[in-house]
């Protein structure tokens, strides 16, 4: 065979072999056709997505499943959460929809790995504690299913070069679950600052929530471990320990075992759309460095910090500064020519001019979670990237893994310790501790 012939035939098999494999690519393909779902994470988060996906009719939820079979106390007492809470509101809405009043049944599973066999789940949400972000998504990827993780992306900076790479080997969609990149409101503010509306953007200070849980202190006692509840599983790959309520479910994020505190539960979003408007979204900073940092007493068992602020600078001189306060989210962007603020109270500017054309609040099935859900079944279908892809997801997610690295050491540091970043190697140059912070150790079979 000629050279010229076989390059075309190569060229020819790359053109036409197919990006999706496995049994519904032909469904998964085709625009006009349903996406088949999965909601991995049933919990606080996870049913509040559930809800909306359900409500806008996004798919068909052919499986729920969570290592909590159902219970109360989630973020506040009379939720009751779990995978067969779940199955029950699947069941009851797609019932309700049917003609017949029947429809394909969802199934309600406890092992993520049971749900990852079915060849006809086209698609996975992946909403469990930040522990297992990786895992899970990326046993979806290989499994050939598209995956909705929610944010943070990760749990450490090590888990997003693996997840990047298993998108991109598996030809994959990932759309990570930092849904202002949805909102109509924070879409007009980011680019408005991205394209110099204010000029050239000299600082942006962000805001995220105090902590709004209280756990026991030191000297708090183990409790026993429910009996709808697989402690064991729910653990995982994070360190054996005795159960508590205050351990698990909504609370879970105030613990450095398993989460990064409000730093990368609000923080998240806020930084997020700091990058965004900065435009170096797959980008980080060059310095880190705490200046503030409050903690509850040595041996309680929320140990991520409950009061914190931190000073980035990037390389184009823009400095970022991370503060809690009363605002669960908002994101201000200060540029030589004025001034942008967004954020869960409202939206703002120096010059009332500057939101001229502000779109309104979405509200129902237009808000900014059932939007972020319906732009990641657009892609599953198109095959298009989504709003926020892969890369984007880890840029802002290793902002708030190295932010608290530093917040961590505060109690031994104390204000006036710049850590040097080096983003292309992933790795603090001039602090050693540092980088011991970012390290999490995993478990067998885990690790």
């Excluded at 508590?244 to 759309?273: E, V």
């Excluded at 319906?374 to 290793?398: L, M, Q, T, W, Y």
Aim: glycine fraction near 8%; charge should be neutral.
């Amino acid at each position: 065979m000629s050279s010229t012939r076989r390059v075309f035939i190569q060229q020819s098999l790359a053109i036409t072999t197919p990006l999706i494999v496995g049994s519904s690519a032909l469904s998964a393909n085709a625009p006009s056709n349903r996406i088949n779902v999965a909601f991995i994470g049933t919990g606080n988060q996870g049913m509040g997505l559930l809800k909306r996906f359900l409500a806008a009719d996004l798919g068909n939820v052919l499986a729920v499943c969570d290592v909590n079979e159902g219970s109360f106390g989630y973020k506040d007492p009379e939720h009751f959460y779990g995978k067969l809470p779940a199955k029950k509101l699947v069941d009851e809405v797609t019932a309700k929809k049917s003609k017949s009043g029947t429809s394909n049944s969802c199934t309600a599973y406890s092992d993520f790995r049971e749900v990852l066999k079915r060849d006809d789940i086209d698609a996975v949400i992946v909403v469990v504690p930040d522990h297992w972000h990786r895992i899970i998504s990326v046993m979806a990827l290989e499994s050939g299913k598209d995956v909705y993780c929610e944010k943070p992306m990760t749990f450490a900076v090590s888990d997003g070069p693996i997840m990047i790479e298993a998108v991109r080997k598996n030809k994959r969609i990932l759309q990570n679950g930092s849904h202002e990149r949805s909102n109509p409101v924070s879409q007009f503010i980011c680019e408005a600052a991205k394209a110099g509306k204010i000029g050239d953007i000299k600082k942006v200070i962000t805001k995220i929530g105090y902590n709004n849980k209280v756990g026991p202190g030191p000297g708090w006692s183990p409790m026993p471990v429910p009996k709808n509840l697989d402690y064991r599983e729910w653990l995982g790959p994070a360190p054996e320990q005795p159960y508590h309520d205050d351990r698990c479910l909504y609370r879970f994020r105030f613990n450095f075992d398993y989460s990064g505190g409000q730093i990368t539960n609000f923080g998240a979003h806020c930084n997020d759309m700091a990058h965004w408007g900065m435009n170096v979204d797959t980008g980080g900073p060059i310095e880190v460095e705490c200046l503030d940092a409050k903690y509850l007493p040595t041996g309680s068992l929320f140990n991520t910090a409950t009061e914190t602020r931190f000073r980035c600078l990037y390389e184009n001189g823009v400095e970022l500064i991370c503060e809690s306060g009363p605002e669960q989210v908002q994101t201000r962007f200060e540029g030589t020519d004025g001034w942008l603020q967004t954020g869960y109270k409202g939206t703002t500017a120096s010059d009332p001019s500057l939101l001229k054309g502000l779109p309104e609040k979405p509200t129902g099935t237009a808000d900014p979670h059932t939007a972020h859900m319906a732009n990641f079944i657009d892609c599953v279908k198109s095959r298009n990237e989504p709003r926020a892809p892969v890369e984007i997801g880890h840029a802002s997610a290793v902002l708030c893994h190295i932010a608290n690295a530093m917040i961590r050491l505060f109690p031994e540091t104390g204000p006036g310790t710049i850590a040097k970043w080096d983003a292309k190697s992933e790795r603090f140059t001039n602090n050693e501790r540092a980088n011991q912070m970012l390290i999490r150790e995993e478990r067998d079979p885990w690790s």
